[in-house]
């Protein structure tokens, strides 16, 4: 492990400080061992919350750098920081990149392809509609050498890693939870073709062992658009995260493209809501090659 990392790991572990107090802390500080070792008083000075500050202090006297670099090891889990050369150049252009990624996946002859990389994302209640336009896509964008990213989620995302596996494509899922953990259990079947099988991989910002909230989903729904260059939408209710996911994309510069549906279904009114606002129509795979 190189000498520092335990840092890194140790602030990634910690739960009050995500990417933005992160920026901070090293701005002042310098560098993550100097965040972690800081005085209390010192850290004072950044402005942060004085019961954070006592709970960092508290964390890292008891924080076992050691014991979590063997659980790690031990799920075959890498850890790649933003200071890595091994950082997706994409998601480092966002506002707020995570400062720390956990990977779960096994090297292959073919290397993921970071860079020609699309996300497609969708509803939970699928249709039967959806699903088979979101094969469709999968199989012409897989053709077409694209990595694609989604969010292991029911539904769509799924339907997007299994296709993506079936045609032998690298496929990246996204969690809001630990890269540890697979949620929803009923898709052990994608996460251990991915983290396991040489398929893609699994990936996070979360610690290990850290279960799935709600919460977590919105900032988890950021790394799926800025993983991509364009992030395709099939089917979302109004209300839908789907959309969510959408709008970071619009934030981050990233291409939005929606698929139009049926008038008459509740997941068409996601989609249709992104087109009145901007989204690029698509009805085939040449829509999104034109512009990506």
């Keep these: ?62 924080f076992d750098s050691t014991s979590y670099s063997e659980r790690l090891k031990k799920e075959h889990i890498g850890v790649v920081t933003i200071d890595d050369s ?9 506002s707020d990149p995570p400062f720390l990624l956990y990977v779960k996946g096994k090297k292959t002859d073919q290397p993921i392809d970071m860079e020609k990389t699309i996300a497609i994302v969708g509803t939970r209640e699928a249709t039967s509609y959806g699903i088979t336009i979101t094969k469709q896509f999968v199989r012409e964008l897989v053709s077409a050498g694209f990595t694609i990213i989604s969010g292991m989620a029911y539904g769509i995302d799924a339907v997007v890693h299994e296709e993506t596996i079936r045609c032998n494509g690298k496929t990246i899922a996204v969690l809001g939870c630990g890269v540890d953990i697979c949620a929803p259990q009923s898709n052990i079947h994608i996460y251990r073709k991915l983290g396991l099988e040489g398929y893609g991989a699994v990936v996070s ?59 008459t279904s509740a997941t068409s009114h996601g989609t249709a809501s992104l087109l009145k606002n901007g989204a690029i129509l698509v009805e085939s795979v040449h829509d999104i090659l034109e512009h990506i």
């Design 205 to 263: 910002e979360m610690p290990l062992g850290l279960r799935p909230k709600k919460g977590l989903f919105v900032a988890r729904n950021r790394i799926i658009s800025g993983l991509a260059r364009g992030v395709v939408v099939i089917e979302g209710e109004k209300d839908s995260g789907t959309l969510i996911t959408a709008r970071n994309a619009g934030e981050q510069g990233r291409d939005v493209f929606a698929v139009p549906g049926p008038v």
């Design 86 to 94: 091994r950082y997706p150049k994409l998601l480092k252009e966002i």
């Design 1 to 62: 492990m190189p000498n520092d990392l335990r840092y890194w790991i140790g602030l990634s572990a910690f739960p009050g400080i995500g990417p933005v107090r992160f920026e901070l802390l090293r701005n002042y500080f310098g560098t993550v061992e100097a965040i972690w070792n800081a005085p209390e008083k010192k850290l004072f000075d950044v402005n942060l919350p004085k019961n954070l500050v006592a709970d960092f202090c508290s964390f890292r006297k008891t």
